[in-house]
């Protein structure tokens, strides 16, 4: 590669990041998701404006085609954004309020995703398709895109509007987190047997099995092992270099899952996961540092990359958007109205739950990427996911800053006496 090839590759490097953390920080400032600002950057820059004038549109694809580095940037900031959502799982994840919690998630989840697949087969199209894509791992897609939650933009929500202490975050985020956990799982499947139509049926169901396998494992006995090496005197890496050994578990996570052609963006989940493994103190100053680049660089680009992928000029069907975002929201918040019934909650609360718990946010978009990469979906089903994530994601930050402009409650309280969760100035309640 020559100096002025990879000159052209930073130039557009630094056009994404500025424009990402530009846009992050107006929307921020408009009180609205930081991610809806990182992905128009990419839009900006794409074919629905910049990218309309040839010069510009010539600069931008001749840079794409250097070396595969855009490439690369785009999944390492993916690989970093499903690490550190791994490890934030054992962070938010509380054992309190079971019963709220499985109510919320076997019904409020476990319906929108049953009734996906239950219809999936009749409203699946040859326009929601791509090259790989068949009729098992689109129905799987369409499923898990109508029960995802976010849980990085709901936590960055409740961060922000000052009320990750209430018990009604940490309800939505127990529920977003095992919730994500099945989803993810459920895509990792759609992945696995993606163009494998005509794939003998016994080579298919080893994939699948290996693929079931390797996320059960890294759930569950692999995170004890590396509980285990955490605390080796052996470990000198993680001693004197905590950082480096958190990034070389994330490698070595997606080195295993390559060589059983497995999906890098569920080891990477996997091994956020395992490092913390309930002992966030030992590697929080790494966490942090690593956070701090992959938010500040890495991941804002992968987001702005998305936006880039967007196509609002050929890549849209209006009728598709519409028919699936209005399809989706109402089954999810009627789902979730019902599964709070259940546990107990009503009124105000239950449009609080609902609207919270629509946010699809990152892993919506994550969602999308993942299955547009591998060829299950095409480009406007793809733009689809993507306004459906940011879409939700919106919604959900602007209704809960009007609840506690308001000084309504978040959530009613649970017993006589007890204080009302409202606004960030009222943090009693635990």
């Known amino acids: 590669m020559t100096n002025s090839e990879l000159s052209q590759v930073l130039l557009l490097l630094l056009l994404l990041v500025g424009f990402s953390q530009a846009l992050g920080w107006l929307f921020v400032k408009l009180r609205q998701p930081k991610v809806v600002g990182e992905i128009l950057a990419g839009v900006v820059l794409g074919n629905s404006l910049l990218g309309r004038f040839p010069f510009f549109a010539h600069f931008v694809e001749s840079a794409k085609h250097q070396g595969n580095i855009l490439d690369f940037v785009y999944w390492l900031g993916l690989l970093l954004l499903m690490f550190l959502a791994g490890a934030e799982t054992q962070q938010l994840f509380s054992r309190e309020e079971r019963r709220e919690v499985a109510w919320l998630t076997i019904v409020g989840t476990g319906l929108p ?36 939650t976010s849980v990085p933009v709901v936590s960055k929500i409740f961060a922000d509007l000052k009320i990750l202490h209430t018990r009604f975050a940490r309800l939505v985020l127990g529920v977003a987190v095992l919730e994500d956990i099945v989803l993810w799982l459920a895509l990792a499947i759609a992945t696995a047997s993606a163009g494998k139509g005509l794939l003998h049926p016994r080579a298919m169901t080893i994939h699948l099995l290996l693929t079931v396998a390797f996320f059960i494992l890294g759930l569950t006995i692999v995170p004890r092992l590396i509980k285990r090496i955490n605390k080796s005197r052996f470990n000198v890496l993680a001693r004197h270099s905590p950082t480096g050994y958190a990034m070389a578990v994330l490698l070595a996570y997606c080195v295993a899952a390559g060589a059983l052609d497995i999906s890098l963006v569920f080891a990477a989940f996997l091994a956020g996961f395992a490092v913390v493994h309930k002992k966030r103190k030992l590697f929080s100053e790494s966490l942090d540092a690593i956070g701090k680049v992959s938010f500040a660089f890495f991941i804002p680009i992968y987001f702005a990359i998305v936006g880039l992928k967007l196509d609002l000029i050929r890549g849209v069907s209006l009728e598709m958007m519409i028919v699936f975002i209005a399809g989706t929201c109402i089954i999810k918040v009627l789902s979730v109205s019902l599964a709070g019934r259940f546990a107990g909650f009503r009124g105000l609360d239950l449009i609080n ?60 309280p649970k017993a006589a006496g007890e204080s009302r969760e409202m606004s960030p100035e009222n943090p009693s309640v635990a």
């Open 113 to 148: 995703f049953g009734l996906g697949l239950l219809f999936a087969p009749w409203l699946i199209r040859p326009s929601l398709a791509g090259p790989n894509g068949n009729r098992i791992a689109l129905t799987i897609i369409l499923a898990v895109g109508v029960a995802v």
């Open 353 to 412: 739950l609902a609207i919270t718990t629509n946010a699809r946010g990152g892993p919506g978009i994550v969602l999308a990427s993942v299955a547009f990469d591998a060829g299950i979906i095409s480009s406007k089903f793809y733009t689809t996911l993507v306004v459906a994530a940011v879409l939700t994601s919106q919604v959900a930050g602007t209704w809960l800053d009007y609840v506690l402009r308001k000084g309504w409650p978040l959530l009613a």
